[in-house]
């Protein structure tokens, strides 16, 4: 990522963190909420993270994918709808329902690919239409499954919507035992303490959280550093080389948007079994096209769309942190105290990042181009 | 020399696209360690019997055998492995991959599935050093030259330990340096047993390096010659089926008002740098001016910027006078400027859209072709095939995509549509890169009938050779300048040699 990116992400950062440190000064101090806005930031930029690595598996391979927010809409309530199968009419306890809720997701997410696959890669639809087709059809068959299932009279829950199996739990990553541990070698001071307590606890997330920043460094190393990644860059840049050099070009193509769905599947499981224990129509509510945004801001990079996402996450942490400080609010700062403001904020964003003030971005050359022999 | 033994055969090869047939009933062969030249008419199927050899085709009927054994290619990955590689009429590299992954691409290795960056590298400098390829294996291949992209080309090949190489038209897009380095390579390529199809236009190249000659025309073999035994005439002949006029016949010049004046013009490149430096010419009505000069001194950028595709970074333009600086391509062209682009693909063409819309693409929004934003198929239609006509199109229909043409054909669409419209300029960019003998002819022809009716022409090319044929006036750019400005009956091809070289015009 070049130096104006990297700088623009870490002012807007940088920017978000003050507004809330000096709103929130008169209740908290201002560590604790820095380490709080870090934590919130990093969890809701889960589905934006995923979301954008589905989209650059998809193009990196020349497949434009804009279906991401159906197959994550799709994963989502699959996923709950598994879990909720296992938990309450075959009686599984919580965690075996919520595996099992996951894997479903993703199974629902790579199917939904699968159909954008066959539809863009083995019959050149324009893979736009393909993407659009995947996002009505999420839209309409999980909305009617919805109602059928949990709201008609006489459906299987008969109007009375089961207690879900919860949300996955939150995995202890040891971060404070390692800063302390450092902090008794170099002679512990107090401040060092301070520290430790303060974020130790930012990386104690749930298990789709901390995929998803697991699965940027894989994904960077896969398509950066392995031959399964040279490949499908050379697919997504110029099909017809890599054909000369004998590369089968719809294999890769496939096999990259099921990775992608794969990714949009984890996703779509974090909206309904590790964020919320519940399913609401149309519920991803854009956040498959923010994602898409953050892949292209992120030039198609993990690592930059990563950071993109992030920004976007601390958007929405400041949403989040300001309703928690409404209280505590100066006077002089009434427009805060605005939901609409503060909510339109990730949504300003992304249009400003997307006008491309921040320099262009280049697409993979053969990206959204079906390959003809 | 004794008869080596063949190592490549092709028997009774026969491929139908819809509507033509690209090779019919072909026989060819290939000698250990010799360049077996293959000439033909645009469209004679070179390509098409290339692509075939190397598995991008499947052949209707016909046989290929390699050492004398008979083999099944179905893609390049079966013609790898039997020791074929191809360098392609348009190059088949990855621009933003460096030298070593383009060349490692489908043939990788890894350690701990890790690719082996290091091992490549070694390998690339090995072979390089081996047949004096001089590379660099990090540099990235989009902001490499042609001729080194070339080069990047043949180590693929040679990476892959081919023993047949098919070069199709590999000196099209080089310059004369660069064609007698490559020619320098295939002679120590053969020497070390590797043995070559080289497929070209330029009879002279042919006739210097060939071992054997094999003529092709509409899809059939008419001959195979040796060249001892056979001259540029001939050649010209055969590949054509008639007698050629290779020198191009013209009248002195009766030079008018200027069209085109050039004031301290600059234009900077896309790194930002000045690539045009201050340069001033004029061309008259009814004269050609040619611009000498080897690639890459700021031919391409000063073209692009005074056919409104480029911005200058100062200086002024005036065209059929009025000042034009700056001015957008659609307003140069109903002015009556005609340009035909170097890069026929990217700047000529829609390559997915169909020979009729391609030859209208610069007047479709008038008369008699859109009337009150409505398209008029019937007029469409009437002068593409007009023009097909004229210009010898070799198209199965005028509804093909234009992609699906041979290459040099679809040279001929850009020339046929630029030259077909009310025009008082030609800017003309290597207009006769890669077409057959017969075709040059007929341009050639063409631009100096439309001098003689009072059409201004500035004509760049990297071919001295036709610099001198038709130009009334040569200028010579070098390093962003014009050096000199000469009469064309008043210098030597060696002289502009010099020039082009650097050499100073009062020494
Ligand atoms: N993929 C294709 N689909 C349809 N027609 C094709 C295709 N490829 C080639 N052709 C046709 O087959 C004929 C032979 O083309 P080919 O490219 O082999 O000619 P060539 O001898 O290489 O000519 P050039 O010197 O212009 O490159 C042409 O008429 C061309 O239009
Ligand atoms: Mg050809």
Redesign the interface.
Known sequence: MDWKRFSFITLVIVLLFTVVVLVGSAAQKPVVIIASMLATTLTVATPLTLGALSGIFCERSGVVNIGIEGMMLTAAFFGWLAAIYMNSIFGFSSMPSLIVGVLFAILSSVLMSLLHAVLSVTFKVDQIIGGTVINILAVGVTGFLNRQLFFEKGSVFGGNVPHAPGTLPIIHVPVQEGVEAICKLTGGTEGCQTLANAFGKVFDQQPITIAAILLVILSHFILFKTRWGLRTRAVGEHPRAADTLGINVQRMRYLNVLIGGVMAGLAGAYFTLESVPSFEPVMTNGRGFIALAAMIFGNWTPFGAWAASLVFGAAQALQINMQVFRDVIPAQWTILQNSYVVGLTPYILTMIILTGIIGKTIPPAADGQPYEK | MTEQPIVLEAKGITKNFPGVLANDQVDFDLRKGEIHALLGENGAGKTTLMNIL?G?YKPDSGEIKVNGQPVVIH???DS?EAGIG?V?QHF??????TVA??I?????T?RY???DQKAVVRRVKELSKQYSLEIDPNAIVGQLPVGVQQRVEII?ALYRNAQILILDEPTAVLTPQEADDLFVIMRELTRRGVSIIFITHKLKEVLAIADRITVMRAGRVVGTVDPKDTNEQKLAAMMVGREVILKVEKKPAQPGKQVLEVEGLSVHDWRGLETVRGVTFQVRAGEILGIAGVQGNGQTELVETLTGLRPSAGGKIRFSGQDMTGKSPRLLTETGMAHIPEDRQRHGLVLSYPVADNLVLNTYYKQPFGVRGIMQPAAIDANARKLIQDFDIRTPSPYVNVGKLSGGNQQKVIVARELSHEINLLIANQPTRGLDVGSIEYIHQEIVAMRDRGLGVLLVSAELDEIMALSDRIAVMYRGQIVVTVDANKVTREQLGLWMAGAHPEE
Do not use: A, Q
Request: aromatic share 8%; charged share 20%.
């Open positions: 190397y991008l893609s390049p990955k790898i191809m392609h088949m590299l990855v621009p933003v991959f992954e383009n490692m691409l489908g043939d990788e890894t599935g890790v690719l693929k």
